[in-house]
């Protein structure tokens, strides 16, 4: 029996001038499940992130969360549903330390009205409580070693492993990442792979992922959805996906 749907797609459609980046994408998301985004370049995949992370509005077409429709609801009220995103090139605060930078991402995330912050009798207690959540997952992204280190002395891949931090410390329900192994060595791609599945299995996070290399990222997802010129062409286990000859030929032919 598989479980509902934390997310859904149904026939969107987001056209560019006379481009049509999504063509009716419909996809559904597991919880708890990573499910992927390939295709070759300008199949639609980025658009379709921006679309669901509410950066872009569609043309039509619906995006539906928790069967709520949340199609044209501004990204910070996604936000707040649980529904965050990374991008494909970090962008942290790249003078504060790895804590601070987790610091801010929090407070970002939270209501700081000026009254809130004064009416509240246990500010610092919040704060603690914000750097006990903070070291917490920096354990568990394996980067508590580096809390003290500014963001611009960190390399490529620990820099994606701040920005899945950040992205933490929100609480999120469904994570939305574009490429967070794109431009990382080998060994710290794996890394960050078993992460994504570790963060799966122990807080039940759920992910949609885009990535383009298949030679480390397939074995980590449970879900594939293939796309092309706008459209889904397959979907299914990697396995699946991967032998179904129309992937093949739309890899070949661009
Ligand atoms: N803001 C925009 N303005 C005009 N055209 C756009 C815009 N964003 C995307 N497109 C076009 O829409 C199509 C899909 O682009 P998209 O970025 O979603 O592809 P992608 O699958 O993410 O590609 P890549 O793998 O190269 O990142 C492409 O033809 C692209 O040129
Ligand atoms: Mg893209």
Redesign the pocket.
């Given at each position: 029996m598989v479980d509902d749907p934390l997310l859904r797609t149904v026939d969107l459609e987001k056209h560019f001038g006379g481009v049509k980046a999504l063509d009716g994408v419909s996809i559904e998301v597991e919880p708890a499940k990573v499910t992927m985004l390939i295709g070759p370049n300008g199949s639609g995949?980025?658009t379709l992130i921006n679309v669901v992370g509410g950066a872009l509005r569609p043309d039509g077409g619906k995006v539906l969360y928790r069967d709520e429709d949340i199609t044209y609801l501004p990204p910070h009220e996604r936000y707040r549903r649980g529904i965050v995103r990374t991008f494909?090139v970090p962008k942290p605060f790249r003078s504060l330390s790895v804590l601070e930078n987790l610091l801010v991402a929090s407070r970002a995330g939270l209501d700081t009205s000026a009254a809130k912050i004064l009416l509240s009798t246990d500010w610092a207690k919040k704060e603690e409580e914000l750097i006990e959540k903070a070291f917490r997952i920096l354990e568990l992204l394996n980067i508590d070693h580096l809390w003290d280190t500014r963001a611009d002395q960190l390399s490529g891949g620990q820099m994606k492993l701040l920005e899945m931090g950040r992205a933490l410390m929100s609480e999120p329900s469904l994570l939305l990442l574009?490429e967070p192994v794109a431009g990382v060595n080998p060994t710290l791609a794996h890394d960050i792979m078993s992460h994504i599945v570790k963060l799966r299995d122990e807080i039940g996070l759920t992910f949609l992922i885009?990535e383009h290399r298949l030679d480390i990222t397939l074995q980590y997802v449970d879900r594939v959805y293939a796309m092309h010129q706008g459209r889904v062409i397959s979907h299914g286990t990697p396995e699946e996906v991967m032998s179904d000859p129309k992937v093949v030929e739309a890899y070949l032919g661009d």
């Open positions: 995949k980025t494909q574009d885009v």
